[in-house]
């Protein structure tokens, strides 16, 4: 049979049309250079000698020899996790044992007054460039890009990246682990490349470029493409472990030819984000420590920070719930843990066991590229960064799950479902993230966590910074207040060399931030040289200067809008670091002072307009792509996974899939089609020679199940179902009926339920053939790869038309084969 594919259900024929290129020699212009005659110097900078023989003729290497960084610069390790607020790790006081960490900060310093953007992408991008995240076209995370010059998701030319200045001085330059700065419809085999680190200043990749991951069933790329996982979790697989072997094995191969070249590698190892997948020895050494509840942590907490001087004695304790009722999100509520009952208490408490045994055992992967650089003598002369991109996440919702997905797809999560994974939290059977009163708490002393930007609880984060060679002070605080947009200034003057005023031919944007190289040899209380920092994320807003805060009450993604109501509230946080003493009334000439900085720095970095809309709003925004929008779709066997980001999308929608399939073997089997995962998706198989269809709805069990009456044969078959959108459920999931069909005959139906966002951030994109990473169904393993025949093509409509007709043209041309 002929691989080409004609499929049934698209109006006309499928043609594959080859490219015919044309290649011509380009002819050099004879009168170009009169090769008689001497020459001396050229406009690309040769000073050398050129006569017509060589041997009268001078070479001059240094115009075609890359630059060198200079004599004795420093390498360059930072480590940025996600979703750590202050009171987490051990060298603030928290409670997860943290020992590289500690190793860092007891060689180093530890900054207490360090902030973010509140936001995993936007923080990401204000290290990628040094500027702020607006101007980087961040203003919110890939997925929730809008047309506007602030939050279109795409880095201008006129913020170019600092990795790339660092390559073109004589830095190699790696990045491990996280991207989460490629915009959504770019993640794809086909897709563009502009914006993938390799085009930004990086050497090597090897990571995800989505906001998250399956640590079990991660979605990797190397370089610039796609790439299977080296082996399974049963053999022993990590993504924090397989991280850190890439890592070390990168500066092994650069040592192995350019030991004296120094390196920038920019570690992000997707922990602590959701989900929290902690290998069971991790989790257990944290059992029964989070018994006593999060109210209670997070006292214990604050008098540890207290004692350790992270923050000032005098330092109050923010309300876990400071928002008013008709402001305050209802899923970022906390409540009170003497409230809960005993399974509650117990689930909550086993969600930060997991949580901690993640960031710890993610922290000794880290100490083991730690050592490789002591081993090797390069860790004395290595900046080490160590950091966290916004506060603890509150997407868990006040109950917490098992599927966070759930959260992305506005739906509740319930406890009678959670607490029948408690004994495998943290194992590939969840996508688990904790409740909010973690969040809060592991924020503390803060009011609120990530995603409130005009609160320290989403923005002051752990930073600590170790260089033996650079900086005398060992075991030291630093008080001064910066920000994200302040490492790139930082690191350039360790590193000796200046940011262009041009690059390639484009005028730069100024960095947004200043070096915070000078507290390497101030006081721990020195003034900070910072003056002013903006904030605003998710509808969210607030501005830091001169030791004042001014903040917006407003929740974000609440889709409240009416930001010109918005009640303002004002900290002297030099002061008052927890931001519980409100002093609007009492200074209201200062709180107009900081609005109208608020509204200037908005117009200088491109903030407005202010989006609050919500996460099922924002994630599905219609964004441009270079494909046509189209209603049907064919895709083939043996391709890569298509990211959700650019597949069909069958959200909300009546749909079909068809398969045009020849069965050679009386005993065939596998996954003609599937997306999403166990924890949301859909797969139509073949299992016990019956034809299945399932969905997968946010992992909820039991599977939506659709099986054959009657098995299959050796033949030729159009195998499909018909999805019938009938309505929308209380929280926006799709109900309807679903038919199966074995060429125009009906051999299952019943009713379904779709969900109303996507099946997943982690990725686990569509396939024909087999089911990549984490299968969607408990029916078939991954990767259950069709076997006993041949697949012709799988097409998916979402346009309407009926499924008879469809099937009788698929039926037409398959069998003219």
Same mark, same amino acid.
């Given at each position: 049979?002929?691989?080409?594919?004609?499929?049934?259900?698209?109006?006309?024929?499928?043609?594959?049309?080859?490219?015919?290129?044309?290649?011509?020699?380009?002819?050099?212009?004879?009168?170009?250079? %009169?090769?008689?005659?001497?020459?001396?110097?050229?406009?690309?900078?040769?000073?050398?000698?050129?006569?017509?023989?060589?041997?009268?003729?001078?070479?001059?290497?240094?115009?075609?020899?890359?630059?060198?960084?200079?004599?004795?610069?420093?390498?360059?390790?930072?480590?940025?996790? #996600?979703?750590?607020?202050?009171?987490?790790?051990?060298?603030?006081?928290?409670?997860?044992?943290?020992?590289?960490?500690?190793?860092?900060?007891?060689?180093?310093?530890?900054?207490?007054?360090?902030?973010?953007?509140?936001?995993?992408?936007?923080?990401?991008?204000?290290?990628?460039?040094?500027?702020?995240?607006?101007?980087?076209?961040?203003?919110?995370?890939?997925?929730?890009?809008?047309?506007?010059?602030?939050?279109?998701?795409?880095?201008?030319? %006129?913020?170019?990246?600092?990795?790339?200045?660092?390559? %073109?001085?004589?830095?190699?330059?790696?990045?491990?682990?996280?991207?989460?700065?490629?915009?959504?419809?770019?993640?794809?085999?086909?897709?563009?490349?502009?914006?993938?680190?390799?085009?930004?200043?990086?050497?090597?990749?090897?990571?995800?470029?989505?906001?998250?991951?399956?640590?079990?069933?991660?979605?990797?790329?190397?370089?610039?493409?796609?790439?299977?996982?080296?082996?399974?979790?049963?053999?022993?697989?990590?993504?924090?472990?397989?991280?850190?072997?890439?890592?070390?094995?990168?500066?092994?191969?650069?040592?192995?030819?350019?030991?004296?070249?120094?390196?920038?590698?920019?570690?992000?190892?997707?922990?602590?984000?959701?989900?929290?997948?902690?290998?069971?020895?991790?989790?257990?050494?944290?059992?029964?420590?989070? #018994? %006593?509840?999060?109210?209670?942590?997070?006292?214990?907490?604050?008098?540890?920070?207290?004692?350790?001087?992270?923050?000032?004695?005098?330092?109050?304790?923010?309300?876990?719930?400071?928002?008013?009722?008709?402001?305050?999100?209802?899923?970022?509520?906390?409540?009170?843990?003497?409230?809960?009952?005993?399974?509650?208490?117990?689930?909550?408490?086993?969600?930060?066991?997991?949580?901690?045994?993640?960031?710890?055992?993610?922290?000794?992967?880290?100490?083991?590229?730690?050592?490789?650089?002591?081993?090797?003598?390069?860790?004395?002369?290595?900046?080490?960064?160590?950091?966290?991109?916004?506060?603890?996440?509150?997407?868990?919702?006040?109950?917490?799950?098992?599927?966070?997905?759930?959260?992305?797809?506005?739906?509740?999560?319930?406890?009678?479902?959670?607490?029948?994974?408690?004994?495998?939290?943290?194992?590939?059977?969840?996508?688990?993230?904790?409740?909010?009163?973690?969040?809060?708490?592991?924020?503390?002393?803060?009011?609120?966590?990530?995603?409130?930007?005009?609160?320290?609880?989403?923005?002051?984060?752990?930073?600590?910074?170790?260089?033996?060679?650079?900086?005398?002070?060992?075991?030291?605080?630093?008080?001064?207040?910066?920000?994200?947009?302040?490492?790139?200034?930082?690191?350039?003057?360790?590193?000796?060399?200046?940011?262009?005023?041009?690059?390639?031919?484009?005028?730069?944007?100024?960095?947004?931030?200043?070096?915070?190289?000078?507290?390497?040899?101030?006081?721990?209380?020195?003034?900070?040289?910072?003056?002013?920092?903006?904030?605003?994320?998710?509808?969210?807003?607030?501005?830091?200067?001169?030791?004042?805060?001014?903040?917006?009450?407003?929740?974000?993604?609440?889709?409240?809008?009416?930001?010109?109501?918005?009640?303002?509230?004002?900290?002297?946080?030099?002061?008052?670091?927890?931001?519980?003493?409100?002093?609007?009334?009492?200074?209201?000439?200062?709180?107009?002072?900081?609005?109208?900085?608020?509204?200037?720095?908005?117009?200088?970095?491109?903030?407005?307009?202010?989006?609050?809309?919500?996460?099922?709003?924002?994630?599905?925004?219609?964004?441009?792509?270079?494909?046509?929008?189209?209603?049907?779709?064919?895709?083939?066997?043996?391709?890569?996974?298509?990211?959700?980001?650019?597949?069909?999308?069958?959200?909300?929608?009546?749909?079909?899939?068809?398969?045009?399939?020849?069965?050679?073997?009386?005993?065939?089997?596998?996954?003609?089609?599937?997306?999403?995962?166990?924890?949301?998706?859909?797969?139509?198989?073949?299992?016990?020679?019956?034809?299945?269809?399932?969905?997968?709805?946010?992992?909820?069990?039991?599977?939506?199940?659709?099986?054959?009456?009657?098995?299959?044969?050796?033949?030729?078959?159009?195998?499909?179902?018909?999805?019938?959108?009938?309505?929308?459920?209380?929280?926006?999931?799709?109900?309807?009926?679903?038919?199966?069909?074995?060429?125009?005959?009906?051999?299952?139906?019943?009713?379904?339920?779709?969900?109303?966002?996507?099946?997943?951030?982690?990725? #686990?994109?569509?396939?024909?053939?087999?089911?990549?990473?984490?299968?969607?169904?408990?029916?078939?393993?991954?990767?259950?790869?069709?076997?006993?025949?041949?697949?012709?093509?799988?097409?998916?409509?979402?346009?309407?038309?009926?499924?008879?007709?469809?099937?009788?043209?698929?039926?037409?041309?398959?069998?003219?084969?």
């Amino acid at each position: 049979m002929k691989r080409t594919l004609k499929i049934g259900f698209v109006s006309c024929l499928v043609l594959l049309c080859l490219a015919l290129c044309t290649y011509s020699c380009k002819q050099s212009d004879p009168d170009a250079q %009169d090769i008689g005659q001497s020459s001396s110097a050229t406009d690309d900078g040769f000073k050398g000698k050129i006569e017509l023989d060589i041997r009268d003729s001078k070479s001059d290497w240094a115009a075609y020899t890359p630059k060198s960084a200079p004599k004795g610069a420093p390498n360059i390790l930072f480590v940025l996790y #996600d979703d750590t607020g202050l009171g987490a790790w051990s060298p603030y006081g928290g409670r997860i044992n943290m020992p590289t960490l500690d190793r860092l900060a007891a060689n180093g310093l530890t900054y207490t007054q360090w902030h973010t953007t509140a936001l995993c992408s936007p923080t990401r991008s204000t290290i990628l460039t040094g500027r702020n995240h607006h101007l980087n076209g961040m203003a919110s995370i890939t997925e929730t890009a809008d047309g506007y010059p602030g939050s279109n998701g795409r880095v201008p030319d %006129d913020c170019a990246p600092f990795a790339q200045i660092l390559r %073109d001085n004589g830095w190699s330059t790696f990045w491990i682990g996280k991207n989460h700065n490629v915009p959504e419809q770019d993640i794809a085999p086909g897709g563009s490349r502009s914006e993938w680190p390799t085009q930004n200043g990086f050497d090597r990749f090897y990571g995800f470029l989505g906001g998250e991951t399956n640590n079990w069933y991660p979605d990797l790329v190397e370089d610039n493409h796609f790439i299977d996982q080296p082996y399974s979790p049963e053999e022993g697989y990590h993504l924090s472990k397989d991280l850190a072997d890439q890592a070390i094995k990168m500066l092994r191969d650069k040592n192995a030819t350019n030991p004296s070249k120094p390196f920038y590698m920019w570690f992000n190892p997707g922990a602590n984000h959701a989900p929290h997948h902690s290998p069971a020895a991790y989790t257990a050494k944290y059992k029964g420590k989070f #018994d %006593d509840g999060y109210d209670a942590y997070r006292h214990w907490v604050v008098k540890r920070m207290k004692e350790k001087g992270i923050i000032p004695e005098d330092t109050g304790m923010a309300d876990f719930n400071p928002l008013p009722e008709d402001v305050a999100n209802p899923g970022d509520y906390v409540r009170p843990w003497d409230e809960l009952n005993a399974d509650e208490k117990k689930l909550f408490s086993k969600m930060a066991e997991v949580y901690a045994g993640f960031s710890e055992y993610t922290d000794a992967q880290i100490g083991r590229i730690i050592d490789y650089l002591e081993e090797t003598g390069q860790l004395e002369n290595t900046i080490v960064l160590y950091a966290a991109d916004n506060g603890a996440s509150g997407e868990g919702s006040p109950n917490g799950s098992v599927n966070e997905n759930k959260f992305f797809n506005g739906y509740p999560d319930e406890l009678s479902e959670n607490m029948k994974y408690l004994d495998v939290l943290g194992s590939p059977d969840t996508y688990n993230h904790f409740p909010t009163g973690w969040a809060a708490a592991f924020s503390a002393p803060f009011k609120m966590f990530k995603r409130y930007s005009q609160y320290a609880g989403g923005t002051n984060d752990p930073l600590v910074i170790s260089w033996p060679k650079g900086i005398k002070a060992k075991g030291e605080l630093r008080h001064q207040y910066h920000h994200s947009v302040d490492i790139v200034p930082t690191l350039l003057e360790v590193c000796g060399i200046e940011f262009p005023e041009e690059y390639n031919g484009t005028k730069q944007t100024p960095l947004s931030g200043i070096s915070m190289a000078y507290t390497f040899d101030a006081a721990p209380n020195d003034p900070t040289h910072k003056e002013v920092q903006y904030y605003a994320m998710l509808g969210t807003r607030g501005i830091w200067k001169d030791g004042w805060k001014a903040a917006a009450v407003h929740a974000p993604i609440s889709g409240k809008g009416n930001f010109d109501k918005d009640q303002w509230e004002l900290y002297h946080v030099a002061e008052d670091r927890s931001e519980t003493n409100d002093l609007a009334e009492e200074n209201p000439e200062k709180l107009q002072e900081l609005i109208d900085e608020w509204f200037k720095q908005a117009e200088i970095n491109k903030v407005l307009p202010l989006d609050d809309r919500s996460a099922a709003e924002l994630l599905t925004i219609e964004r441009p792509s270079q494909e046509e929008k189209k209603d049907r779709y064919v895709y083939y066997p043996n391709t890569a996974p298509v990211p959700e980001g650019v597949a069909v999308n069958v959200r909300g929608r009546s749909y079909k899939i068809l398969a045009n399939v020849e069965i050679t073997d009386p005993n065939v089997e596998g996954v003609l089609f599937a997306h999403g995962s166990r924890f949301g998706g859909h797969s139509l198989f073949i299992k016990d020679k019956k034809l299945y269809y399932v969905y997968n709805f946010l992992g909820i069990k039991p599977e939506q199940v659709f099986t054959s009456s009657t098995t299959l044969k050796p033949g030729k078959y159009t195998l499909g179902m018909e999805f019938t959108h009938e309505k929308a459920g209380e929280n926006g999931e799709s109900l309807g009926n679903t038919k199966l069909y074995i060429n125009e005959d009906v051999v299952a139906e019943g009713a379904m339920r779709t969900q109303p966002a996507k099946f997943t951030l982690s990725g #686990d994109g569509l396939c024909v053939g087999y089911d990549s990473g984490d299968n969607v169904s408990n029916l078939y393993e991954s990767p259950g790869e069709f076997e006993g025949g041949t697949i012709q093509g799988v097409g998916v409509t979402v346009e309407g038309t009926p499924y008879v007709n469809l099937e009788a043209e698929a039926k037409r041309i398959m069998m003219g084969q």
